[in-house]
């Protein structure tokens, strides 16, 4: 992996909170991502399933967790299954875990071969009733392909239909959302990459350039520094491509006096950022695009403020809204009438404004979280108000990424990322 060891007490609490959490004599299953095809014999790079990695720090194919608290034999209650390495892998793949490093990467001490997988499952189910299947239940979630996962939990249902069966993803939905210190040390380590790369750019952008070739500087940067790349598609969105919202061509030529809505960021460890800055192409931007600017910064700084402990995430949609309609209605963009005619399940504001303000990051750039139960510290949130303007050809976007505290405002985990007008035009010029 190109990232640094992460110490294995991680993973060990994360397993201890996920354990505790369980049915009396009961086992959960978690698998490994597949490597995907794309046709003939390539294959997408392979990326991990985050809740085995979350369990087990482990980072590799065809690699299964399975923990049973609650087990006859001590050595049984949590057990990694591994692909068996051998000197051609080797050779042709790479060096895969040993059992010993296996341990040292996530303090499990029972580690067998996948080919012994059958054999140790069928002990395992004669001694409990209940079994954990981990199926998808992200509130994003669209998965048309059958997964690794989803094969796994199939087998296990055909061939033991007397078991009871529970679900992992309520349990994992609210222990992921609230992140342990060495977890928010690598999402700030996935945010200083990110800062890096937005600095190189700023140096970089001049007019004419094309967005894909900021796309490679912001690619050499995070790969330069650690990084796997970036942490979710990239948006380049130079003039009116900023008002969609999910261009991700990023094959345009960036004129001058126009704006570069950037939505891209650095992953570090499987761990994600999330960051958007919106840039002039010339480095100076005009007394409009500044004042649209402004009024997206001082929402964005108003709705951190909301991000407390109790809060309810539609509850703070909502007073966000009223924060981005006063600032409408001071750029001419909203009048009153619009405000006294607006339909109650789309304000007015969202002609401008039509996205959420801000949604869970951590393992995924959208992390799990139960949106319905209140904020907590600890939670890292986004925090990304826009506005979009098509008639005058430019949208700005700006986000943080923060760390919900006990007691007053969120720790800003990019609060050494430019975003003021000054400070971008003066690196810009420098």
Not at 9 to 24: E, G, H, Q
Request: proline share 4%.
């Amino acid at each position: 992996m190109k990232y640094l060891p992460i110490d294995s007490s991680l993973f060990i609490n994360n397993r201890k909170n996920f354990t505790a959490k369980m049915k009396p004599n009961s086992l959960a299953v978690f698998n490994s991502n597949d490597i995907y095809p794309i046709s003939a014999d390539s294959t997408i790079p392979f990326q991990q399933h985050r809740d085995i990695f979350y369990l087990s720090g482990v980072d590799q194919e065809e690699s299964i967790l399975v923990l049973f608290p609650d087990c006859p034999k001590e050595k049984h209650r949590e057990i990694l299954f591994l692909k068996e390495t051998n000197a051609h892998i080797a050779i042709w793949e790479g060096e895969k875990l040993t059992k010993e490093k296996a341990f040292e990467t996530s303090g499990i001490k029972t580690v067998y071969w996948l080919q012994d997988m059958e054999k140790i499952m069928f002990e395992l189910m004669t001694q409990c009733d209940t079994v954990y299947i981990n199926t998808n239940e992200h509130y994003r979630a669209n998965v048309e392909t059958e997964t690794r996962e989803d094969r796994y939990t199939k087998w296990l249902k055909e061939k033991y239909p007397a078991h009871s069966v529970a679900k992992s993803a309520p349990i994992l939905q609210r222990l992921r959302s609230v992140k342990n210190q060495i977890e928010i040390d690598l999402i700030q380590q996935a945010c200083n990459i990110t800062e890096k790369g937005f600095r190189r750019i700023l140096n970089f952008v001049k007019p004419d350039v094309w967005e894909y070739e900021i796309e490679a500087e912001l690619m050499h940067e995070f790969l330069r520094n650690r990084s796997k790349g970036f942490a979710y598609t990239p948006i380049i969105a130079s003039g009116n491509n900023a008002n969609v919202l999910h261009y991700i061509e990023n094959n345009k030529q960036c004129k001058s006096g126009d704006l570069i809505l950037f939505d891209t960021a650095a992953e570090y460890a499987n761990y994600a950022s999330d960051l958007s800055r919106t840039i002039p192409v010339s480095g100076k931007y005009s007394d409009r695009q500044k004042a649209v600017y402004n009024a997206v910064l001082r929402v964005k700084n108003e709705a951190t403020k909301l991000l407390t402990p109790g809060t309810i995430w539609a509850d703070y949609h909502v007073e966000v809204g009223k924060i981005m309609t006063s600032e409408l209605l001071g750029l001419g963009l909203l009048d009153k009438a619009d405000i006294q005619n607006e339909n109650p399940d789309w304000p007015a504001y969202k002609k401008y404004f039509m996205h959420g303000t801000s949604h869970h990051m951590g393992l995924d750039t959208h992390d799990y979280g139960i949106l319905t139960e209140p904020m907590q510290a600890n939670m890292v949130f986004t925090v990304e108000p826009g506005i979009y303007i098509p008639e005058e050809g430019f949208g700005i976007r700006l986000e943080d990424d923060v760390v919900i505290q006990k007691s007053g405002e969120p720790f800003n985990l990019m609060r050494n990322i430019p975003i003021e007008i000054e400070e971008i035009e003066d690196i810009m010029n420098s």
